[in-house]
């Protein structure tokens, strides 16, 4: 035989032991991956000996199966293996699993097999944690996750101490105050599966309730309370749980709302927001508003927003928010307006927002004094001397409305003050640039006078200044 023949002979024989060993390998991984675990069915479930425990095994979960019947809690699978105990005495289990584990399920045999399982506790990769009584059997079924995994899953069984319930708890509101009924909500729970029987609540104000969940309490005074919880399982373990509810009772008022009760097209108006506050320095910010007309679904607008610190003090010595607002042609056509002031707390939760809202007195527009000159332009304008000349009502009573009728020889701006005995400007009026001639004018007061003699006073640029008297009654 040729050397070329010989290679070729060798060649052809290792391709054959290769087919041939590639077969076999086959054949062994296919009988393999056909074969569920042992403890695929519920009939044929793994003992695990409670009397040596720890115990430990890893299972090839690719094969496993599920039969009819199989119950699942935690989630579902197509793939599960079956465990069983029979405790000789009273004992704590906890269950751990690791590998392609997706949920496991602890159950007390009834005695009537698959359909007849009564489910305690179930979980993911654990720890599941359970009574096991004596005399009783538990079933523990293991499944993959969903669905039809390759790999192992791995389990251990071991006795532990009797685990603590977790007391947990919350309240609402957050942030409570004194006039708050505190809401308690429990969400304690046993890991190890028999449930919380009782709970009590110790509220840290010498007060206390037993409850089966959510009770409300009501603290008397602003201060920092330490609230404790404790539950207690049916099989006699307790937990406990602490946290600290600090109340704040933050609460402004508007005290007074001060708007004037007539005014005219282009008159401006001072309007006064008192705002009280008797707990805490606090950051307010007062919006005014006035009414719309046609509007049901929300009958105001805002003209104007301030924001400044308001101190803690006697609920007679209020903080005042000053507002200036000019009347404009709508307001007058409408012939009335209604503000409104809304106090809002910056930063904090008003505790009573029933009271930081006010709605002002009705104020009627006036026809008398809307337009700011006659329209009367004379001609012979030189012929005019500067002056008042009159002012009505006089006397006039309380805080009405003054009528000034003045003239003016040349052009310029002009503006009429109100004087007390004094020299004091209590009111004024700056009347714009006006030409020469007749012209009406209405001044209104910022501030209720006091009764006595008061000096009208008339200003132009150029001009120097006229004054008369007017009395005020009380």
Same mark, same amino acid.
Not at 116 to 122: H, I, K, M, P, V
Not at 322 to 335: E, Q, R, V, W
Not at 421 to 450: C, K
């Given at each position: ?299 105001? +607008? ?7 610190? !308001? &101190? %803690?003090?006697?609920?007679? $010595?209020? /903080?005042?928010? =000053? ?126 006078? +006091? ?7 008339? !200003? &132009? %640029?150029?001009?120097?200044? $006229?004054? /008369?008297?007017? =009395?005020?009654?009380?």
């Amino acid at each position: 035989m040729s050397q070329s023949q010989c290679r070729g002979s060798h060649v052809a024989r290792w391709i054959l032991e290769t087919v041939l060993a590639c077969v076999l390998l086959s054949a062994l991984v296919t009988a393999s991956r056909a074969a569920p675990p042992a403890n695929d069915q519920f009939a044929n479930a793994t003992t695990i000996n409670t009397n040596t425990l720890p115990f430990s095994q890893t299972t090839l979960i690719t094969e496993a199966t599920t039969e009819n019947g199989e119950y699942f809690y935690c989630s579902y699978s197509y793939q599960t293996i079956w465990y069983r105990m029979a405790p000789t005495t009273d004992m704590w289990l906890s269950i751990y699993g690791s590998g392609q584990l997706g949920e496991m399920t602890i159950f007390r045999d009834n005695g009537s097999g698959l359909g007849g399982l009564t489910q305690l506790g179930c979980t993911y990769q654990g720890p599941l944690t359970f009574l096991a009584h004596a005399g009783d059997a538990y079933y523990l079924q293991a499944g993959a996750y969903c669905c039809y995994v390759y790999g192992s899953i791995s389990l251990s069984v071991q006795q532990v101490a009797p685990p603590v319930p977790v007391a947990v708890f919350y309240v609402n509101p957050s942030d409570p105050s004194s006039y708050d009924y505190v809401q308690f909500y429990d969400q304690s729970y046993d890991p190890g599966q028999q449930g919380i029987a009782t709970r009590r609540y110790d509220f840290g104000d010498g007060t206390s309730t037993d409850s089966t969940c959510c009770p409300q309490h009501r603290f008397a005074a602003d201060g920092d309370y330490t609230v404790q919880l404790t539950v207690t399982t049916t099989d006699g373990r307790t937990g406990t749980a602490e946290r600290t509810v600090s109340v704040r009772t933050h609460d402004v008022a508007i005290r007074d709302f001060r708007t004037p009760q007539t005014a005219h097209v282009g008159q401006t108006k001072q309007i006064t927001v008192s705002v009280s506050n008797t707990r805490y320095p606090e950051m307010v910010r007062v919006e005014l508003l006035k009414g719309l007309p046609g509007s049901n679904y929300y009958p105001f +607008e805002t003209i104007g927003t301030l924001t400044q610190f !308001v &101190q %803690a003090r006697g609920i007679n $010595r209020p /903080t005042d928010f =000053a507002f200036s607002y000019t009347l404009s042609p709508d307001d007058a056509k409408l012939g009335k307006l209604t503000f409104k002031a809304v106090a809002t707390l910056i930063g904090s939760r008003d505790a009573y927002i029933a009271d930081n809202e006010a709605l002002s007195p009705l104020l009627r527009m006036n026809s008398i004094g809307p337009v700011p000159y006659s329209g009367e332009v004379y001609v012979n304008a030189n012929e005019l001397e500067f002056g008042i000349l009159g002012v009505l009502p006089n006397p006039v009573h309380g805080g009405a409305d003054l009528a000034v009728r003045l003239a003016l020889a040349t052009e310029g701006a002009a503006s009429i003050q109100v004087l007390d005995i004094a020299g004091r400007v209590v009111t004024e009026r700056d009347l714009g640039v006006l030409p020469p001639g007749v012209h009406d004018a209405r001044v209104s007061w910022s501030r209720r006078p +006091e009764a006595g003699i008061y000096w009208v006073r008339l !200003v &132009q %640029a150029g001009q120097g200044s $006229r004054v /008369t008297r007017v =009395a005020i009654l009380d």
